[in-house]
């Protein structure tokens, strides 16, 4: 399985279709997101459209919160979750999303998940600790060095970040 981890778009609409055009076409099977949007018209909406299905937290830049949720309540693949962190198991892996940069390597310590999943700094981070990896995907959103998205194959168990730009 093929999981797409997406963070901070920060309603960079042209970044964020980039990112989703490569997923499309990455034989991608589920897309977490970590969060942080502002408008939801601009940057959810594509999210809802697509036939992959999301699960996303919240972050703490995520305006019109009702709107976010009547939007991701139209399609039946898309989950927004009503906190800043969540597990998930998927294929077989637990994994743990939370948007916050200070939780994540206690959180990997504690062995009880195979990857945790964090945001918020829009820095990219990949590390193991034990038998959990964790990993930042940088951030979709207006960064002048780069703008990417990370994807975790679950039969291989590595971690590949995509630049955008």
Avoid at 64 to 76: T, V
Wanted: proline share 2%; net charge negative; with cysteine.
């Amino acid at each position: 399985m093929k999981i797409a981890i997406i963070s901070d778009a920060h309603d960079h609409r042209e970044n964020l279709n980039k990112a989703l055009n490569d997923i499309k076409s990455s034989n991608i099977d589920h897309i977490l997101h970590l969060w942080d949007y502002w408008a939801p018209w601009l940057s959810v909406k594509p999210l809802v459209n697509l036939w992959i299905p999301v699960t996303g937290i919240w972050g703490n830049n995520d305006w019109e919160k009702r709107a976010i949720c009547n939007l991701f309540s139209q399609s039946e693949n898309c989950n927004i979750l009503w906190t800043v962190y969540w597990s998930i198991e998927l294929d077989w892996k637990k994994i743990f999303m939370v948007h916050y940069h200070d939780l994540h390597e206690t959180i990997a310590k504690s062995g009880m998940y195979d990857l945790v999943l964090y945001g918020h700094n829009h820095k990219r981070y990949n590390e193991t600790i034990w038998n959990t990896i964790i990993c930042n995907p940088w951030a979709i959103c207006w960064n002048k060095e780069s703008a990417s998205y990370a994807i975790y194959d679950t039969s291989t168990n590595e971690i590949v970040h995509k630049d955008i730009i």
